[in-house]
C-alpha cells in the first residue's frame, strides 16, 4: 500500500468565491477535509444551505469532514467613512465616538465599538490594520477617545482597528456571538472557533456558554492578541484549556508585532503537539493566489514549513472565499503538502507526549513505534470520544491512520486530525476490521504490485465506552 497521503489537513474558509453547490462539492473532491464558516459575513440561511451541500458531497465522497463556526467576536471597526475615504497626516488628532452614527468627512470617525470603555490614555490604537498608527491622548467621554495620528496614511468604511496593549477584561463574547452560539448548538458544527483569546479564562467562559445551550461542538482559541502570548506561561494555559489552536497570524502581527508570528507559530505547534491539541495555521499562506494562478515560493515555503513543524491543519481564507482561484489553490497547497512530507522528516517534538490520559498516551505511542517498526500499512483505530485517535496523531506517525466511531460528531473532529481519515459506522466487537475490509474491497486501500495483504495495527477496546482503549494487534488483511 502506498504511503502517499496527506497527513496535514486543509481548512478552507466559505465566501461569495465558492457559494454555490458545484464549487462546494469541487471542495470536497480537490481535498478540503474542513470548511469554515465565517459568521461576520452572511445570514442563517445560507449557513444551513451551506451545511447541507457539504454534508451531502462529503457522504457521496465517502469522507468525513469538519465544519467550522467562526465567531464574529468584538467587531473593532469603523463606520461608514463619507465617500469612503478620509486623508490623514502625521499629527493630525481624531475623535473615534461610538454615538457618531454619520461621518460629515471631518475629524470625528464613527465606530461600531464603544473604545472608550476599554482603551486607555498612551494605548497605540491601529487604524485601517495597522496603515495608521495612533495613540490615545485623552478619553473624551463615555464613547469617545481622541488619539493622535503617527504618520501619514487613509482610512476607509468599516476596515478593523487593532489595540494591541488594551485589556479587553475578558469581554470578549458579543451579544452577536451569543445569539450565534446558540444558532450553531442545534446546527451540525464540529467545532467553535473563538476571536481575541486572551486568557484560558475566556475559554473556560465560552465553554460554559456552549453546554448551557446544549452544544457538543469543540473550541478553537484563536490566538491573535498581544496579551495571549506575553508569556510562554499564558500560552501553555490557554493550549491546555482549550480543544484546538488557531494560529490567526494576520492580527497577531497588527496587535504585537510581525516579527513575532514565526516564533509563536513554532511554540504554538510544539505545545499542540505535546498536549494532544488540534493545531491549525492560518491566514495569507497562498494569499497571493487571490489573484493568481500559482502561489510565490514564499508562499510554498510558509506551508512547507509549517508542514515540517507537525501542524495539523494549514488554513485558507481569502484565497478561497473572494479569490479568483479556490479550487487551483487547494490543488496547489495538497502538492506542497505530500511533496514535503514525501520528502523530509516532520521535525521532532522533544517532548513526551502529555495529553489528560496517560493510558492513551502509552497505548498510542506503543502503537505508533510498532507500527513503524514493522513498516505497517496502516493503523487503524476504534474510538467513542477521539481521544485515542487524537493521541495517536500527537506522535506525528508516519503511516497512514483510519478511525472509525459510532458517534457523527466525533468523526467529524476527526476529521481535521493529523494523518487520520474518520469514519461513521454502528459499533459492533468487529467494527475496525469489519472497516478495513470495505475500505479495501472498495479500492480506497489498494495492494502494491506483487503485495499480497496488508499489515495492520489495530487499536481497539473490548467495549464501546469511554475509557475502553485497551488492545493492539497486528492482523494481515
Not at 13 to 36: D, H, I
Not at 288 to 295: A, E, L, Q, T, Y
Not at 404 to 433: C, F, I, K, M, W
Amino acid at each position: 500500500m502506498s504511503k502517499l497521503f496527506k497527513r496535514t489537513k486543509i481548512l478552507a474558509t466559505v465566501g461569495p468565491s465558492v457559494f454555490g453547490e458545484e464549487k462546494l462539492k469541487e471542495m470536497v473532491y480537490a481535498g478540503v477535509n474542513g470548511f469554515r464558516l465565517n459568521f461576520s459575513h452572511g445570514t442563517y440561511d445560507e449557513r444551513d444551505e451551506q451545511i447541507r451541500i457539504i454534508r451531502k458531497y462529503a457522504a457521496e465522497r465517502g469522507k468525513s469532514v469538519a465544519i467550522v463556526q467562526d465567531l464574529q467576536g468584538p467587531k473593532i471597526r469603523l463606520g461608514d467613512i463619507k465617500d469612503n475615504h478620509l486623508d490623514i497626516k502625521t499629527g493630525d488628532e481624531l475623535i473615534l465616538d461610538y454615538a457618531c452614527k454619520e461621518h460629515d468627512g471631518g475629524k470625528v470617525l464613527p465606530g461600531q465599538y464603544n473604545w472608550a470603555e476599554k482603551v486607555k490614555v498612551g494605548e497605540p490604537v491601529l487604524l485601517f490594520d495597522g496603515k495608521v498608527e495612533g495613540e490615545c491622548i485623552e478619553v473624551c467621554s463615555s464613547t469617545a477617545i481622541k488619539i493622535r495620528a503617527e504618520n501619514d496614511g487613509f482610512v476607509m468604511s468599516r476596515k478593523g482597528i487593532n489595540l494591541p496593549d488594551t485589556d479587553m477584561g475578558g469581554d470578549i463574547i458579543t451579544e452577536k456571538d451569543l445569539a450565534d452560539i446558540e444558532f450553531g448548538a442545534s446546527r451540525d458544527f464540529d467545532y467553535v472557533a473563538m476571536s481575541f483569546i486572551q486568557t484560558a479564562d475566556d475559554i473556560n467562559k465560552l465553554r460554559q456558554i456552549m453546554v448551557s445551550y446544549g452544544s457538543t461542538a469543540q473550541i478553537i482559541a484563536k490566538i491573535e492578541t498581544k496579551k495571549a502570548v506575553e508569556s510562554d506561561e499564558t500560552l501553555e494555559e490557554i493550549v491546555k484549556a482549550t480543544d484546538g489552536i488557531m494560529v490567526a497570524r494576520g492580527d497577531l502581527a497588527y496587535e504585537a508585532g510581525a516579527e513575532i508570528v514565526p516564533i509563536v507559530q513554532r511554540k504554538l505547534i510544539a505545545l499542540c503537539r505535546q498536549y494532544g491539541k488540534l493545531c491549525i495555521v492560518a491566514t495569507q499562506m497562498m494569499g497571493s493566489m487571490v489573484d493568481n494562478p500559482r502561489p510565490t515560493r514564499a508562499e510554498v515555503s510558509d506551508v512547507a514549513t509549517a508542514v515540517l513543524l507537525g501542524t495539523d491543519v494549514v488554513m485558507l481564507s481569502d484565497e478561497t472565499a473572494n479569490g479568483k482561484y479556490p479550487i487551483e489553490t487547494i490543488k496547489e497547497m495538497k502538492k506542497v503538502i505530500l511533496y514535503t512530507q514525501a520528502n523530509s522528516k516532520i521535525m521532532p517534538l522533544g517532548k513526551e507526549v502529555t495529553g489528560e490520559y496517560k493510558n492513551y498516551d502509552a497505548i498510542s505511542q506503543a502503537a505508533v513505534r510498532l507500527a513503524e517498526k514493522i513498516d505497517a500499512d496502516l493503523i487503524a483505530v476504534g474510538t467513542r470520544t477521539g481521544a485515542t485517535a487524537d493521541s495517536i496523531a500527537a506522535q506525528r506517525p508516519n503511516v497512514p491512520m483510519i478511525s472509525v466511531s459510532s458517534n457523527p460528531r466525533v468523526a467529524g473532529q476527526l476529521a481535521l486530525t493529523y494523518a487520520n481519515s474518520s469514519y461513521v459506522r454502528p459499533y459492533t466487537e468487529d467494527y475496525v476490521v469489519e472497516l478495513v475490509k470495505e475500505l479495501k474491497t472498495n479500492g480506497y486501500l489498494k495492494l502494491e504490485e506483487g503485495q499480497k495483504e496488508l499489515t495492520v495495527v489495530f487499536v481497539t477496546g473490548l467495549r464501546d465506552e469511554e475509557g475502553g482503549t485497551n488492545r493492539i494487534e497486528i492482523r494481515k488483511i
